[in-house]
């Protein structure tokens, strides 16, 4: 990428992480854990003011049981992704500042998500319209933490969307991620019933002589959100939609 530096001024860089109480600490980044920077707060919050041209807000994640802040739409969508990715354990938004020499200056950063998965890996995410990408000047601003993390063992993501039938999916089935709005034996029951080859229409009818219809729908939601029964999600989804009891 042009106008990127090829190398940092030194080998590592530090992070600031604000703790619960509020007190801020700063390490070198090789010391670093993957607990301390999910627990800690965000860098920096946001402000709403009148005009603003992004949205910012906060998401509620069924994968930490709480609420996390987003900056845009897009930081949103990445974040609603990496809730519905069940190998994704802990999420955290600007989980640290990291700042560092590069090519004589002195720059600082702060990724928009930490992810953790159940296997202990951690993916470091920059949310990006890709419209941007392709300016000198975003690139490099990417570039340079981008090593930094790489070097740590850390993978790094700059995200720019998703397909748009496939994002949409995982919006409408977030409607159901909270626990306690289906009633645990209706949802088995529907599992039950996910056979091969059923769609979401033949499965609602199979269970309107046991429960309610208005209770199987978002039984059926639940459960594709939950990736207890699966579908395909690349295109959309209605009552023709095939679904099937995951392995």
Not at 173 to 188: M, P
Request: aromatic share 6%; charged share 25%.
């Amino acid at each position: 990428m042009t106008g990127v530096p090829s190398e940092l001024d030194n080998g590592t860089g530090m992070v600031s992480l604000r703790q619960l109480d509020g007190t801020a600490i700063e390490k070198p980044l090789k010391h670093l854990r993957p607990a301390q920077a999910a627990r800690a707060k965000p860098w920096r919050t946001f402000r709403n003011r009148h005009g603003q041209k992004h949205h910012s807000g906060y998401y509620w994640c069924a994968t930490t049981g709480g609420h996390i802040i987003y900056e845009s739409r897009l930081e949103l969508a990445r974040l609603m992704l990496a809730d519905f990715d069940p190998e994704v354990v802990e999420i955290a938004a600007q989980p640290f500042r990291i700042r560092a020499r590069v090519a004589g200056r002195d720059r600082r950063h702060v990724p928009d998500y930490l992810l953790v998965r159940a296997d202990r890996s951690v993916t470091v995410v920059n949310v990006k319209p890709a419209s941007q990408l392709a300016k000198p000047e975003i690139a490099e601003a990417l570039a340079w933490p981008a090593k930094l993390i790489e070097n740590h063992g850390w993978a790094h993501e700059i995200w720019s969307g998703e397909d748009p039938v496939y994002l949409a999916n995982v919006r409408f089935l977030a409607s159901q991620r909270r626990d306690g709005l289906v009633a645990d034996e209706v949802l088995e029951a529907a599992l039950a019933e996910a056979v091969r080859g059923v769609t979401i229409r033949e499965l609602t009818l199979r269970l309107q002589t046991s429960w309610a219809p208005a209770l199987l729908k978002p039984a059926v939601l639940k459960l594709l959100w939950q990736q207890r029964i699966t579908t395909d999600l690349r295109r959309h989804l209605d009552g023709d939609s095939m679904v099937e009891a995951c392995a």
